[in-house]
């Protein structure tokens, strides 16, 4: 019977961490234990601000002259709880059970993401038999908000340039790349007249969305794209209309599945319905094989006294039908990656403005500026302001690697199989450690687990430990 047997290293640290509560923005009581550890242990240790920790250990006898490694998790946890759970995530304590092998918490996410990683760490400092170069561990925050804590780590923190990043998992996998990225957000200023005609309601859904990292590539529906092309198809026909709101997508990095328009027109129900059913058959034409759910409807709504006046309503149209958006290049090193991507995530109307965000992604850095590049020149065009923020750097695959080299002896001897190397579209922290120096040499490695940030997440337990000892290998092969 597999059990959770706190009496190994691993498996207590993180028993330990599951008692202290870690959601993202409250990581300063878990950054206090780290803290008191390095301590007690007499290990030099250095905390910012931002509550991110780094404790160094010396090299163990032997390994004086071999080049520091840095060893890299982070704190925070995604708290999600089932409906019917009562937990309060800022004060109580994971309830943590073992069911056939997996270990998991009662009705709430897991935090194995990353708390293994976090455990990891904590275990291989304080084991003085391991043989290791000096190591710089990195404990960071706030990472499944956006990267924050890592992106504020004062770089001259680390000499090492090389890395595992212990927020991997698959137990044989390692990643190679990740996409840098940024929000841009467009600002249409408003401009309103009185309204006489009909006001309409143009509804998109029934698309599947997903998120923009993973997802993008699948060539799937954006709600806000297709609606505002629907618009423009009208008005391309000889149809006239003047906008009173448009709103779409619920988060930047989300696929948006619905949006809804407002207009109105002096037009007839009938001939806007026409125009709406020659562009429903295309679209669904174009989605046939990657989003077959889309749908789109106009009716009539509720007469609204003020709309955007003619020259608003155009730009607006005109300036989000040439808004870029989606796939946009794949990798030629690595087959099935795609390296460039933008999504039109989120359009809000206020009371004086139309905002637009745009989540841009790449793994390169003249990826994302060629984009932000596009979008600002394509807003000057239309006297239309833009905003850049959110920033984190992209990993490059590098063809060759000593890490991974070292990584693939260490699976051959245990586990007679080489790493299995996987890319992805989506931000990680391994990114902004790459932006330190050309020369970083990173690998991510970690045990397998299941339905992360989820109530149903849960950590297999035999690969825990098996990970454990593939990672205390790998540390004492870096002479």
Known sequence: MITFDTTKPHCFYFNEIARIPHGSFNEEAIADYVVEFAKKRNLKWVRDDMNNVVIYKPASKGYEDAKPLILEAHMDMVCEANKSTVFDFKKDSLKLKVEDGWLTAEGTTLGADDGTGVAYMLAILDDDTLSHPALECAFTVQEEVGLIGALALDPALFTARRMICLDGGGEVGTAISSAGGCLVESHIPLSFKDNHDKTYRLFVGGLSGGHSGGEIHKEKGNANKLAVRILKEMNLRGLSFNLVSLDGGLKDNAIPRECEVIFTSNESMD?????????????????????????????????????????????????????????????????????????????????????????????????????????????????????????????????????????????????????????????????????????????????????????????????????????????????
């Not at 065009?381 to 992209?394: D, H, I, L, M």
């Not at 260490?410 to 992805?424: Q, R, S, T």
């Open 271 to 479: 001939a806007l319905k026409n125009s709406l059913e020659l562009s429903n058959k295309d679209i669904k034409t174009e989605l046939e094989f990657s989003d077959a759910g889309f749908e789109a409807v106009i009716e009539e709504t509720d007469q609204r006294d003020k709309c955007l006046d003619d020259k608003t309503t155009r730009k607006i149209t005109d300036y989000l039908f040439l808004l870029p958006n989606g796939f946009r290049h794949r990798s030629m090193a690595i087959e099935g990656l795609t390296l460039t991507s933008l999504n039109t995530g989120i359009i809000k109307t206020y009371d004086d403005e139309i905002l637009v965000t745009s989540s841009l992604r790449s793994a390169m850095e003249s990826g994302v500026n060629h984009l932000i590049d596009t979008i600002y020149t394509l807003a000057a065009a239309f006297g239309v302001k833009c905003e850049t923020s959110a920033r984190y750097p992209g990993w490059n695959f590098k063809a060759e690697s000593e890490m991974r080299g070292l990584l693939n002896e260490v699976l051959l001897k245990n586990k007679g199989i080489e790493a299995v190397c996987h890319a992805g579209h989506g931000g990680c922290e391994c990114g902004v450690f790459a932006a330190m120096s050309e020369e970083m040499d990173i690998i991510t490695y970690g045990p397998i687990s299941k339905d992360i940030h989820t109530p149903d997440e849960k950590l297999d337990l035999e690969s825990f430990d098996r990970s454990f000892k593939n990672l205390k290998d790998l540390i004492s092969l870096c002479k």
